[in-house]
């Protein structure tokens, strides 16, 4: 059974930098995909940023392009995800999620089968 743990959540004002860490567990992990995903209150779930788990190719959400890097450490499996440039519209529970569905799949929080339990980042203005 696969286990994501995150790590890295904290309150910072606006224009800080904070960075998540998500450490996987489990005999049998082997995913095609890693991604992350966020949730303010009163919103759903939304896409924030994935990678290709081998070949280490990355997308990004429109809102977070050029602040928020996604990369992984592959024998520690681990995922990250740095924040740069803080907005308070970036206040939500941040998730990572595993998965093997399709690459047109990549951005659909419904095709992933594995799921950490979130780290609440909130930004001050």
């Known amino acids: 059974q696969v286990q994501l743990v995150e790590s890295g959540g904290g309150l910072v004002q606006a224009g800080h930098s904070l960075r998540l860490s998500c450490t996987v567990s489990g005999l049998t992990f082997r995913p095609n995909n890693m991604g992350w995903f966020r949730q303010a209150p009163g919103k759903e779930r939304e896409f924030v940023a994935a990678?290709?788990?081998?070949?280490?190719?990355?997308y990004y959400a429109d809102s977070v392009k050029g602040r928020f890097t996604v990369s992984r450490d592959k024998p520690k499996n681990t995922l990250y995800l740095q924040l740069n440039s803080l907005e308070p519209d970036d206040t939500a529970v941040y998730y990572c999620?595993?998965?093997?569905?399709?690459?047109?799949?990549?951005?659909?929080?419904?095709?992933?089968?594995?799921w950490g339990q979130g780290t609440q980042v909130t930004v001050s203005s």
């Open positions: 990678m290709r788990w081998n070949g280490g190719t990355t």
């Open positions: 999620a595993a998965g093997n569905q399709v690459l047109s799949a990549i951005r659909n929080a419904d095709a992933y089968t594995s």
